[in-house]
């Protein structure tokens, strides 16, 4: 390795300074390789601390530093036990306590290699004979029940007694505890208790379209690989999220059952789509309340549920990040935030109508395990340290039952990023009595002994939260006899009913755009020869293991030019690769090339995760690249015929530019499909039928230029930020943004494409019947306010809302007036008395249906609004029964001249 010396002197970023310092006075070389002076570092796979990644398997730090040496690297690290990186220098990161790094190295538990998003990185020191890769050890079993080994501490305790009540039994387990033990159980990789022979548990897995954080071997070497919720919430089909988190789940049982997998999965991400730069946006079901709430209960009940043991949890979800997080990291004007530091600013009218419900399905009706705390603070609170939030809203009101964790740095992020507390002492008293019982990076497990012993806390405190973490551990069965859930196989996993619907999954997520003279579907028959290309045109496995699996089923994941060769089996890609903002000329020139000898010629556009993910959001202009439009220029000027555009994103990017070019004939915007690109190709040759609906609104390219990412209002009015377009470094010389309202509700401007459109390839015609006529009393709904009132509640209770009789309902009868079997989605609509003025929604979805009608015939969907569709939500975040009149629609204006089914009915309340 070269000679190091401490460049202390030099303009050096922060983490290569802190690292060239500590080990500038490393020992010196000896034979084999040596490990001194390791520094912890945060690490993610968007931003990686060293760029090699050189094995998965079983290391140590000095095999690791070997490998390194061999690679002519001068740097090495160990992360999450069994990966070795290498580099030749260090990105920029964050320095993080040495006890983060405190998972033991896959060849040497005595060591520590690493931890979750955590790297241990030394100098490569090596001279001499090579260091030997370790044996690879015998692998343990992620879960061990103490309750089922008679020479545990727990084994005869009232604890491992499954007829007592869960509490009785809890009560018991913290009694034996010392406050050692119970310190130790409150970060994301627990200690376990070892005198009761309960061993370490780790609360972080993931599951956002399938699972992920476990280990594969040759009994569970894969793991399927769905759609992301940006694609699949298009379907509006409730029994088709409530099957993805059933086979989910069941995925995480099976593996479970193998010994390679935890039991607490952190998804569902519900947070609103309100803004198209969001990093995230991917991750969500879009952008409307009512839509993700429905979102989280499905796929929550079918992941958590299953019919094998009704008495315990098939596998734990986790709805995050509450709350009001949708700002990764970004800088307009000179002014930087990250999410980290970022405090959202909302009225409370916003708050309790917009970023809210979402949170309060998933927990009343999916009846969620988990919840997560994020990183941000709402209205100078930060969520971690947010009683209303955690204790008041979640707990007292909705009736939470289950365990919060911090996503991860949120308790330290806390006193280090928002200073909230003047200690990290007083910062563990906050989060622990607000209500977050696990810490993800740990800093409470650090911090609690002192924090203890200034009696900021008590045991009791302690106590409180191992209850509900204990609590959801036992409803998983983990210390309860074997039962059904034990008995599913690893062959569950992979098994064609989840390969089937992941590709399905798609299929009806798919929204048509544009359809001119019936391009679409294609007709395989008659077409020979197939260009695809475009910047996504070979996209997958890029974006298959963000926050999913990275291990494909069979090794199998084909991308665009896959799918489609699947149909065609002449079909061609450029051999030039293209980015989301650069095209070469050897590019746009083999793209003629291969244009003009297709019969129909395929463009693939769209953003990746180099454009938005977690960590960075999207640029401001959010308009088609230029280099994008030249591809479909290329395609279009070289083809005789019209062109097909798809487009994979979950940054909703103004297209007026596609839509608008008469050489583009049709176009099919899918989301992020992740692999699932077959499915695509099913609706573009009419093997499956297309009924997809957008569900982000689309806006014209100026928005993201006058209307600042960190605004959180989704009214429109004044904006206190300054406009993103504004020229210069200094802010508050910027003159003030106008926001124009958010989403379908708010925004008072014309989209490019409004929430809830797609097309069909057929036609479609919807009559309507209401359960009543008007003018109706508003009686039952000044009742339910007065209720509200009179308890102090916020928020009524879903429950009750259910019990209640509603006001008026909806038969709406779909005919099928085309010449194909298809299904259809209906949405209803409410546009309520002064939509669009003084705050009031312009519309709110109150309810759709999905269904399928073969040609000609009808079938009939009901719906029928809530009693709070005639309410409003004032600047107090409190509801106030209104009088007037009520349209109520049922599928789109902007579509009832291509075919698509509309009615309308307005209703008055007095």
């Known amino acids: ?72 690297m001068a740097y090495a690290g160990a992360e999450y036990k069994s990966q070795c990186f290498c580099g030749n220098s260090v990105n920029e990161s964050n320095p993080v306590p040495s006890s983060q790094c405190n998972l033991g190295c896959s060849g040497n538990s005595k060591e520590m290699c690493g931890g979750f998003d955590r790297i241990s990185v030394y100098k490569v020191q090596c001279s001499g004979s090579p260091v030997p890769p370790p044996p690879s050890p015998p692998e343990k079993p992620y879960l061990f029940n103490p309750c089922l080994d008679n020479t545990t501490g727990a084994y005869p305790t009232p604890f491992c007694n499954s007829s007592l009540d869960i509490d009785d039994r809890i009560t018991d387990l913290l009694s034996r505890m010392s406050i050692s033990d119970k310190i130790n159980n409150l970060g994301t990789s627990d200690g376990g208790v070892p005198s009761l022979g309960i061993v370490g548990y780790n609360w972080w897995s993931e599951a956002t379209h399938g699972i992920s954080h476990n280990r594969a071997d040759a009994i569970t070497p894969f793991e399927t690989n769905f759609a992301f919720p940006i694609t699949t919430a298009m379907s509006f089909n409730k029994t088709m999220w409530f099957a993805t988190g059933n086979r989910i789940g069941r995925e995480g049982r099976a593996t479970m059952n193998a010994g390679n997998a935890w039991s607490t999965f952190w998804a569902p991400v519900i947070n609103m789509a309100r803004d198209p730069r969001w990093g995230r946006n991917i991750e969500t079901p879009g952008e409307d309340p009512y839509l993700s709430g429905k979102y989280a209960e499905y796929f929550v009940k079918g992941f958590e549920h299953a019919p094998d043991d009704p008495t315990h949890m098939q596998a734990s979800a986790c709805c995050k990040h509450y709350a009001v997080n949708s700002m990764e990291s970004s800088k307009e004007n000179g002014i930087s935030w990250n999410r980290h530091n970022f405090d959202a600013n909302v009225t409370m009218q916003d708050l309790v109508e917009y970023y809210l419900p979402s949170f309060q399905a998933c927990v009343e009706k999916g009846q969620v395990s988990g919840l997560m705390c994020s990183y941000n603070a709402v209205n100078g609170v930060p969520s971690c340290a947010n009683s209303w939030l955690l204790q008041t809203v979640a707990r007292d009101e909705w009736g939470f039952d289950g ?117 679409l579907p294609l007709d395989a028959s008659k077409l020979k020869s197939a260009s695809v290309t475009g910047n996504n045109a070979n996209l997958s496995k890029k974006m298959a293991g963000y926050y999913g699996p990275g291990n494909f089923c069979f090794d199998e994941a084909p991308n665009m030019v896959d799918a489609v060769q699947g149909y065609i089996a002449g079909t061609k890609s450029a051999e030039f690769e293209i980015d989301f903002d650069t095209v070469s000329d050897e590019y746009l020139q083999n793209v003629r090339e291969i244009a003009s000898d297709s019969n129909i010629n395929i463009v693939v556009i769209g953003t990746s995760l180099r454009d938005a993910a977690e960590g960075h959001d999207a640029i401001t202009n959010i308009s088609v690249p230029d280099s994008q439009l030249q591809a479909i220029e290329a395609a279009t000027n070289s ?30 915007h899918a989301g992020q499909p992740s692999i699932q690109t077959r499915g695509v190709a099913d609706v573009l040759f009419g093997a499956k039928p297309v009924a997809g609906r957008t569900i982000q609104t689309v806006y014209p390219a ?23 377009d504004c020229q210069g470094n200094n802010a508050s010389q910027c003159p003030r943004g106008t926001n124009p309202g958010r989403t379908h509700m708010f925004y008072n401007g014309k989209a490019v494409v409004p929430f809830g ?154």
């Open 403 to 519: 365990y919060v964790t911090s996503d991860c740095d949120a308790d330290s992020d806390v006193f280090n990023s928002h200073h909230y507390t003047d200690t990290p002492e007083e910062t563990v008293r906050d989060v622990l009595r607000a209500g977050t019982d696990v810490d993800c990076g740990g800093f409470v497990q650090q911090k609690a002994m002192s924090a203890y012993n200034q009696s900021l806390i008590t045991e009791a405190d302690i106590d409180a939260r191992l209850r509900m973490l204990y609590r959801v551990r036992i409803r998983l069965g983990h210390f309860d006899p074997p039962g059904p859930l034990q008995e599913i196989p690893a062959s569950t996993i992979c098994a064609n009913a989840s390969l089937d619907l992941a590709r399905d999954g798609v299929a009806q997520s798919v929204v048509l755009l544009k359809n001119d003279n019936n391009l």
């Open 1 to 72: 390795a070269p000679a190091f010396s401490c460049p202390c002197n030099m303009a050096l970023s922060r983490t290569v300074l802190v690292i060239a310092c500590v080990l500038a006075y490393s020992s010196q070389a000896l034979a084999g390789c040596t490990v001194s002076d390791v520094v912890c570092l945060q690490d993610d796979v968007n931003h990686r601390v060293l760029p090699n990644q050189v094995v998965d398997g079983s290391i140590t730090l000095e095999y690791c530093a070997q490998l390194c040496y061999d690679m002519k």
């Open 702 to 724: 100026e928005f993201s230029q006058q209307l600042s990412i960190f605004d959180f209002n989704v009214r429109p009015g004044p904006s206190a930020w300054a406009r993103p």
């Open 639 to 668: 083809s005789s015929d019209p062109v097909v555009v798809v487009i994979f994103t979950a940054v909703a990017l103004d297209i007026s530019a596609v839509l608008n070019n008469p050489k583009v004939g049709a176009v099919v």
């Open 757 to 910: 459109f797609g097309l069909s390839y057929t036609s479609w015609k919807y009559t309507t019947i209401p359960s009543q006529e008007g003018p109706l009393s508003l009686g039952p709904v000044s009742e339910l306010v007065r209720e509200l009132d009179a308890t102090g509640r916020t928020f009524a209770s879903m429950e009750d809302l259910d019990s209640r009789d509603p006001l008026v309902s909806y038969m709406v009868n779909v005919t099928n007036t085309g010449n194909m079997d298809s299904d259809d989605v209906v949405l209803g609509f409410v546009e309520p008395p002064g939509a669009g003025s003084n705050g009031v929604p312009l519309q709110t979805l109150f309810g759709f249906e999905r269904v399928h009608v073969k040609k000609g015939e009808t079938v009939t969907v009901n719906l029928y609004p809530s009693l709070l569709a005639f309410t409003r939500v004032n600047e107090q975040g409190r509801r106030e029964a209104v009088g007037g009149t009520y349209t109520f629609r049922f599928g789109l204006r902007e579509t009832a001249d291509k075919g698509m089914g509309l009615a309308e009915h307005s209703i008055t309340l007095q």
